[in-house]
Structures are given as C-alpha cells and as structure tokens.
C-alpha cells in the first residue's frame, strides 16, 4: 500500500437516486428505525455465504480463518456501533459500485412509494426494497466502511455522513479487518440506545435469531465477543422442536415482511432425493407480486451452502412463496447449466410444488377463512398456473375461487357452482372485465338472473388467458355471456308469470329488420334476446368472435385488436321497443334516430363512448325536443 494512496481520499457525490434515498431515510421519521440492524446483519450474513460459496472452488480464500460469523461492537461511550464479518469483503471499485449507486430498479418504486409512506410502513418498505445498506442513516450521523476482499491485501475506507456524497480511500494499517467489512455507525444523539446491550439483543433475538451465520457481541471495543445467536439453520431442525414463533421470526428476516405468515410448509424429503423444504405463504400482498419479472424467491442450499435465489424452484404462478430448499444430494459446485439440467433440482421442484398445493388444498378444507384471504391476496397470481401449468390444472381449478353473481362478499368455488347450476344448463357461464361493480351491472346477465342461473365474474387481467385457453372443470365448457346466442331457452324463468320468451311480434320482428338495415355498418347482426329482461338492448360478441371484455382487454395490452363487429340484441317485451315497433314506417325520421340511439345506448352500456359523439347529441336533441312537443 502506498503513502500516498492513503493521503488522497478521493470525493465522490452519490448517484441522484441514491441521494433521494438518502435524503429519506434522514429526514423521515419511521417508527421503527430497528430495522437498520437487521439490513447490516442481513448484508454480512450474505458476504459470509458469498465467501462460503466461492470457496468451495477456492479453499485458499478461508486461509486459517475458517469460521464466518458476524460480531456486533457496542461502545455507549463514544456512541458508537460496529458490525463486523469475516465474509467476502469489497474491492475500493465494488465499494463505489455498491455503495454509491443503486443497480436495482426497484429503488425507484422504493422511493416513490416510500415518499408517501407514513411511519412502520415505510420501515417495512426498506427491506422489501433491498435498499438496506442505506438505512444506516436513519440513526447514524456519519457511517465508515473499512473492507477487505478475501484473497487480497489491500484494503479501502469508505465513509460518508449522507449528505451527497462521500469519500474513497485506501485503508490505514488496522482500520479494516483481516478479510471482510466492518461498518462502523457513529450514532445520532437521540440512536444513543442502539449503543447498548440490552437493545442491540432484543433486536437481533427478534430479527436476526436465525441467520445462518453466528452472531457475537462485544460490549466493549476491546471485549471478549461472546455468542448472542448460534447460526444454526432453523429448517434442519425437526418440526416439532421448532415454536411458531420462531418461525415467524425466521420467516421476517428471511422475506423482510412484518406479517404473520398466511402459511408455513416445513418438511424432509428421505428416499431416492434427500432435501428440507421450509416455505411461507406471506400473510399479506408483497409490492412486487404483479412485477412483470415474475422471479421467485426461494432460496437454494446444499448442505447449508447457500447456492442461488435464482433456480426457481417453484413456478412462476407461485412466486410469492418465500422460503428455501437445502439439499442434501446436490453438489456444491452447481453451474447455471447444471441448475437447468440437473434430475434432482426437477424432482426437488415437483416435490416441492405438489407440497405447496397439497397444504393449499388442505388449508381451503380446513378452514376457509383463512384460505379466502390466501386468494384475496394471491388468487390473480395463482390463476396463471391454470394455462400455465398444464398437468395441475384440475388441482389449481379446484383452488380457484370466484366473486359470482350469487357469491355475495364470500367467494364460490367450481365445486359449488357446478352443484348449483340449473337444469338444461351447460355451460359454466362468466363475465370479464377490469371491473367488477360494472360487471354485476352489466345488462348482459338480466337474462341469466331471470333464470338463477349463477355468472362468474372475472375482473383479473389473467383470466382472458385461461378462460380462452379451452379449459373445461369437468367436461363443462367456460363461457362468455357476451359471447354467440345465449342458449338459455331452455333453461326455465324462475318467476314462472315472466313473459315466456315467446317470438316477438310481427311489429318488433319488423322493426329489428329496420335496425339491420340502419345499423348494416356498425353492427354484424340485430336478433331478438334471450339475455335481457330490463334493458333494451345490449351488445354480444358473434358465436365464433371472442368475448367483448377480452377483446378490449387483449386490444389494450397489444395482444390483439378489437376485431369483429357485434352483435346488436334487442328485448322484445320491453315497453320502449314495443312502442317504437308500432310507429313502424310512419316516422322514419324518428325510426332512425331511435335505431342510432340505441346502438349508442348498449355502447354505453358497455362501458364505450358512443359511436360518433356529435351526431348522437343532435339525435338526443331532436329526440328531446320532440318528446317536449
Ligand atoms: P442488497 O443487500 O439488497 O444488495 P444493500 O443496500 O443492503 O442491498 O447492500 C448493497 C450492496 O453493498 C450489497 O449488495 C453488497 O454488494 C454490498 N455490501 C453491503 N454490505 C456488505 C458487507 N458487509 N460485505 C460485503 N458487501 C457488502
Ligand atoms: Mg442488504
């Protein structure tokens, strides 16, 4: 190391975004500005499983230092903290990388929600977010960096009190430890606390207790460390020895949540594959569930060995299982290629998939309660098994849950709609859309209340990919009831006085003829309906055209356009049609106006604009003006 490397500290300023971040975490008051310490654990555990991994291709990396663990340095008297590890440690360049600028696209969407964030949540924002060096800030006034890569001499010092920027330079003799990071924290006056005993415990039992690294704590600068967590891993312990607090403890660190898990699968599988799965169903909605990404978080070990968070080890449509996978088959030495390949990862991941939706399906017996909060929170992301994951779909169809036009605030399974369906009917109908009041208002199910006959209503994007996808739940075909003739002749009206469905008149048989003609661009045909009973008209898509709903749905996320033009159904029995059937050809001004009219009114209806926006307002004037005499 030269002199004159140590004499120039080198200023930098931070990356903008970095600086935003910064600004945050100083001048927002969270509540809970514990969290700061499980991050800095969190980041030394993670270098100490770095430096674990990368020796298993190169055991001079450990040298005689073979036991990573992590040692907290408390000093009240100069409010100080340390957090210490002998893991994989930073070049002066990974340094600057890594603590000046932020890699991550998440940061951004950290801080525009964090922005608005009140108190905890903004706390619970930080870890989810991985923006956790920087939380330091929150209780610290100046931080110090001082690290050292494994395998390498040189050391460098970072330090910065988070005012934009901050200062590089090559290490003094003794300010960095032998391999790895220490961080020193110079603590706000009012985060004196975080310089004591009793506290930094408390934390670490509460956040950190089962980080699979060992934690020590030294009361003093020059203190003997004595061992506050063992770093043993939770998951190889059998079920029975582990207390549901401790899991929800281990499920906290792991997944940076502050809930209870909705549920906790824990198990070993012996005989031909040997691995531990532990997995957490998180009890609430993480903010990156719909992230188009779509990567998972369960974490691969072999024997302890943390591996790789990226061998998908569930499906996508389970991405929001946290948890891992310890094998004790796998080599150590796993390459991406053999990630890809290997037979035992795919029979790790069947098993590990079959158990997650086994103790779904069991949770949804037992206590359903429970379950409709699981769907609340994840049903959009479990529907996409149903056209992605062909061999499980009858399992993930009987998952499924739906609001229906007759579920009220609960929801329906397929098990009960089908036990309720009518007699003569064959189809298990539904509406999509992006809206699920608008949809129960749609005039397209009048005709299938009449009947009792149950809708499900479908407000997910996904669900125009399955419910296209051909899928039937026991040999009953999905359809829309938007879609082709309802086919609901069959099925009797439960008011039994209701007007019978008989062919409509002369009158209205011609003047659904004259709409035809009018109508001959906008619509490809005008039928008397089965579906309504109040409206007078609605829109339909053609027998073989797609729902309308999905149609639009699919226009907007450039998946299609809005393709062939609808159908134009009119009510036969109500007032409005009858009346205007009898004028007939006497007035064919007002018959035309009326024909436009109430193409635009079944537009609306669907939530469109109508057609042509001038001349339906003359129309309605004219119309208006006549109804005033
Ligand atoms: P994350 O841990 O999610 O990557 P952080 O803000 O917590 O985000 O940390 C940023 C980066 O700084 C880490 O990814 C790592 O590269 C580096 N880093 C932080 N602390 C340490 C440490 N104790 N040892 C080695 N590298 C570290
Ligand atoms: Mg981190």
Redesign the pocket.
């Given at each position: 190391m030269s002199t004159d490397q140590v004499a120039a500290p080198e200023s930098r300023s931070f990356e903008a975004d970095v600086s935003r971040l910064l600004h945050m975490m100083v001048h927002s008051v969270y509540s809970d500005r514990d969290v700061f310490l499980r991050?800095l654990i969190?980041?030394?555990a993670?270098?100490c499983e770095k430096l674990r991994f990368e020796a298993i291709a190169n055991p001079g990396l450990l040298g005689a230092d073979s036991k990573l663990r992590i040692t907290l340095k408390a000093d009240p008297e100069s409010r100080r903290l340390v957090v210490e590890?002998n893991?994989?440690?930073?070049t002066r360049d990974e340094m600057v990388e890594?603590?000046g600028t932020i890699a991550r696209s998440g940061t951004k969407a950290f801080i525009d929600r964090a922005g608005s964030a009140q108190g905890a949540e903004g706390a619970q924002l930080i870890g989810q977010f991985?923006?956790?060096?920087?939380s330091a800030f929150m209780v610290a006034e100046r931080v110090d960096v001082a690290?050292r890569r494994a395998g390498q001499d040189e050391a460098a010092f970072w330090s910065s009190d988070g005012q934009g920027s901050y200062t590089v330079r090559a290490a003094e003799a003794g300010e960095a430890p032998e391999r790895g990071?220490r961080?020193t924290l110079h603590l706000m006056e009012d985060a004196a606390s975080y310089a004591e005993r009793f506290n930094l415990e408390r934390i670490v039992k509460a956040q950190s207790g089962h980080v699979p690294v060992p934690i020590a704590f030294a009361e003093k600068p020059d203190a003997e460390p004595q061992e506050i967590a063992d770093g043993s891993a939770l998951w190889a312990k059998p079920r029975a020895q582990v207390s549901a607090e401790e899991y929800t403890d281990f499920y906290r660190s792991l997944a940076g949540q502050f809930d209870e898990p909705a549920l906790t699968v824990h198990f070993r599988a012996e005989g031909r594959h040997e691995y531990t799965a532990l997995a957490f169903l998180p009890g609430s909605k993480p903010f990156d569930l719909l992230d188009p990404e779509r990567s998972g978080r369960m974490k691969l070990y072999v024997r302890r060995v943390f591996i790789t968070d990226e061998a998908e080890i569930l499906p996508r449509y389970l991405r929001f299982v946290r948890g891992l996978v310890d094998s004790s088959d796998l080599p150590l030495n796993l390459s991406r290629e053999m990630i890809q390949e290997s037979p035992i990862l795919a029979a790790i991941k069947k098993g590990v998939t079959n158990r997650v939706l086994g103790e779904l399906e069991k949770l949804a017996k037992d206590d359903a309660e429970a379950y409709a909060k699981v769907w609340d929170n994840f049903g959009p992301v479990l529907k996409e098994g149903l056209y992605e994951d062909f061999e499980r779909r009858g399992q993930l169809l009987g998952l499924a849950r739906f609001k229906t036009t007759s579920s009220g605030e609960g929801w329906r399974s397929l098990k009960d709609y089908a036990a309720s369906m009518r007699e003569n009917q064959t189809a298990i109908y539904y509406a999509a859309g992006s809206d699920l009041a608008r949809l129960e208002s749609s005039p397209q199910l009048e005709g299938f209340r009449a009947r009792g006959v149950e809708v499900l209503l479908l407000p997910d994007p996904v669900d125009s990919f399955w419910v296209t996808a051909g899928i039937d739940y026991e040999g009953k075909p999905f359809k829309s009831v938007t879609q082709g003739g309802a086919d609901l002749s069959l099925i009797p009206k439960l008011d039994t006085n209701a007007d019978s469905g008989a062919a409509p008149s002369e009158a209205v048989a011609g003047f659904i003829a004259s709409l035809k003609t009018v109508l001959a661009d906008q619509v490809a045909d005008v039928r008397a309906s089965e579906r309504l009973t109040e409206s007078p008209v609605c829109l339909v898509a053609p027998e073989s055209g797609l729902d309308r709903q999905l149609e639009r749905i699919l226009a907007q996320s450039g998946r299609g356009g809005l393709g062939a033009k609808p159908v134009l159904e009119v009510n036969p029995n109500h007032d409005l049609i009858i009346a205007l059937a009898a004028i007939g050809e006497e007035d064919r001004a007002l018959s035309e106006d009326a024909a436009h009219l109430l193409y635009d009114e079944a537009r609306v209806l669907d939530g469109e604009l109508p057609a042509d926006p001038k001349a339906f307002s003359q129309r309605l004037g004219r119309v208006m003006r006549r109804s005033l005499g």
């Open positions: 991050e969190s980041n030394a993670d270098a590890d893991g994989i440690g930073m890594a603590l991985g923006v956790g060096f920087y690290s990071t961080v």
